[in-house]
């Protein structure tokens, strides 16, 4: 048997779906609250809602010896107790999402705002991770005032784990912070290419003339320093930029930059819409553009690349040295390449692109790389019934 700690979310709902679809019945999946609910029931049913009180979690960590290996995606402040608090030959797998170590490492988040984001960012009082960088600095001081640091209780966390599973597990910025054994590492996709476009015509590489900037309403995406290199390069052509999540009050300030910058050309989504429509925006589209130091919005470049686009990414971003080391045609985003380059892909790079993504990202591809995953598990938990689990499990991820 197998556990998952999870949160409720479109993309685990997917996963689960996909589960049992591939006849994988063994796996049991148990879902955080915020809101307390009544004590910790064992044995867990196939899905069990669970509120991390500290009960809750003495009794939940009593009981992971069943399990061959637990899952945990999106590893979170309580997850992360969960994984502290359990015996040591209790193997864990983390499905990496992204924030769940960009911010919670100093050295990944002090440098992801380039200079009109980073100033946009000190207007509209967004200093959230500078107030986070200088409590983290302080922590030897302020914990004798007993404030204690979450982001140290992950870190600690994050080393604790056996495996790990994530699309780029050979480029990932988590690895320059938490060293793992590339043989730990696993390829994993919660979405294939063929669910993200089933959808759309297979065979179509038409697309629209207009232009794509960023994934959401977050600053991350370095609005602002996009929009003034494209400024007076883009012609008649649409500036599409979705907002539909994110930050409100940053939501607010690239729509009135936008509307400054490229007047009735600005195309923004400020709301949530459904993947058919949204996917038709971007199909209105033949480049995208992402202005992100860090690895985000993978999916969209992913699916971006499929269809056909133009792909910017900053050469800085760990994204583009993996689709680079994959075969695939992206671009590196700079100052001097950007306003000289926003012509479509011609044909032969279009159908090279998209068969690489077929490839990579097929529901077959996707399906085998999960497989390959437990089978790496159940030959750990064997070798782990022969040997003092300390160790076996542990000795190459510390």
């Known amino acids: 048997m197998y556990l998952h700690i999870i949160d409720e979310s479109k993309t685990i709902n997917h996963f689960i779906r996909r589960l049992r679809e591939m006849d994988l019945h063994d796996h049991y999946f148990l879902t955080l609250q915020s809101a307390p609910s009544t004590d910790l029931h064992l044995p867990l049913t196939d899905r069990t809602e669970f509120f991390p009180s500290d009960n809750n979690i003495r009794l939940l960590t009593q009981s992971l010896h069943r399990y061959k290996a637990v899952f945990i995606h999106n590893l979170c402040y309580h997850k992360a107790k969960i994984v502290l608090a359990s015996p040591r030959n209790v193997v864990f797998v983390w499905g990496i999402w992204g924030y769940d170590y960009y911010y ?193 919005g993978l999916g969209n470049i992913v699916f971006g690349i499929w269809a056909g686009h133009r792909v910017f990414l900053r050469a800085s971003n760990p994204a583009y040295a993996f689709f680079k080391s994959m075969g695939v045609k992206v671009y590196a985003l700079d100052s001097n390449t950007l306003t000289s380059s926003l012509n479509p892909l011609n044909l032969e790079e279009k159908i090279h692109n998209r068969k690489t993504i077929e490839h990579l990202y097929s529901e077959e591809q996707v399906q085998a790389h999960f497989k390959s995953l437990l089978k790496q598990i159940d030959q750990i938990s064997s070798i782990a019934e022969q040997s003092h689990p300390h160790s076996v499990l542990h000795s190459s991820s510390n």
Not at 121 to 141: A, E, F, R
Not at 189 to 203: M, P, W
Not at 209 to 216: D, F, K, Q, R, T
Not at 239 to 264: D, E, M, S
Request: one cysteine or more.
């Open 104 to 296: 919670v490492y100093p050295g990944l988040y002090r440098n992801i705002f380039l200079p009109a984001t980073s100033l946009a960012n000190i207007v509209l009082g967004k200093l959230s991770l500078t107030t986070k960088y200088l409590k983290y600095q302080l922590h030897p001081y302020l914990k004798h005032l007993g404030w204690n640091a979450r982001e140290r209780l992950q870190q600690q966390a994050a080393h604790r784990i056996d495996l790990t599973c994530n699309m780029m597990p050979n480029h990932s910025d988590v690895f320059r912070v938490v060293p793992k054994d590339p043989a730990r590492r696993f390829p994993f996709s919660y979405y294939s290419i063929d669910f993200i476009t089933e959808e759309l015509s297979g065979s179509s590489y038409d697309l629209g003339p207009h232009i794509y900037v960023g994934n959401s309403a977050s600053n991350s995406s370095n609005h602002l320093d996009v929009f003034r290199q494209l400024r007076g390069w883009t012609g008649d052509r649409d500036i599409v930029v979705p907002l539909g999540y994110g930050c409100p009050r940053y939501r607010r300030l690239i729509n009135v930059a936008g509307r400054y910058f490229f007047k009735n050309h600005f195309t923004p989504i400020n709301k949530y819409i459904p993947l058919k429509e949204y996917n038709e925006n971007l199909l209105s589209c033949n480049v995208m553009i992402f202005n992100h130091i860090r690895a985000q």
